[in-house]
């Protein structure tokens, strides 16, 4: 179980709504929507947050953008409001606060100087969710593992990163 407690009751809800809004993306990973969600503490410019939702190979991605906002640029993705996302969230509010506070470790992380990409898609064949992470942080080390389920993944790179961390 995740043992971050985040700092301030405003963290803590601009977090909650980043887990929300993901547990969208993920709601959608196995009918296929495939999405990735990157956290990019290498970059310099102020976008720190790539979101980007799969289109045809032809069309390419159907959304694609950077910004210095993650929840903002969910939200043009998810609906917050949509039911998928609402039944979620009251089917299991422990697993979305977990979630909330992996994303809030997560983006620490990256400010540190590391990337953090979540991917989600039905097609991979060793599950629909896959967490990778490196930067020169961690040396030539790389974290890259794939599942079915999206809270050990993040678990483990976070794991991963406490171990390299020099």
């Keep these: ?3 971050t407690v985040l700092t301030s009751e405003s963290e803590s809800s601009y977090w909650l709504a980043v887990a929300r809004l993901v547990s969208g993306l993920v709601h959608r990973a196995p009918s296929g929507q495939s ?4 956290v990019d503490g290498l970059r310099d410019n102020g976008k720190f947050y790539t979101v980007m939702l799969d289109g045809s190979i032809e069309e390419g991605p159907k959304f694609r953008k950077n910004g210095g906002d993650l929840r903002a640029l969910l939200a043009e993705v998810v609906v917050e409001s949509s039911a998928a ?4 969230a009251s089917k299991d509010d422990v697993s979305l606060r977990e979630l909330a506070g992996l994303f809030a470790q997560v983006d620490g992380i990256a400010r540190k100087g590391a990337f953090i990409a979540l991917r ?6 060793d599950g629909p969710y896959q967490v990778s992470m490196g930067g020169p942080l ?18 483990d790179a976070i794991s991963f990163w406490k171990d390299h961390r020099g």
């Design 138 to 155: 961690f040396g030539t080390a790389y974290f890259d593992e794939s599942g079915t389920d999206i809270l050990p993944l993040m678990r």
């Design 85 to 88: 996302v609402h039944d979620l």
């Design 1 to 3: 179980m995740n043992q």
């Design 120 to 125: 989600m898609d039905s097609r991979h064949l």
């Design 35 to 38: 999405s990735l969600l990157k």
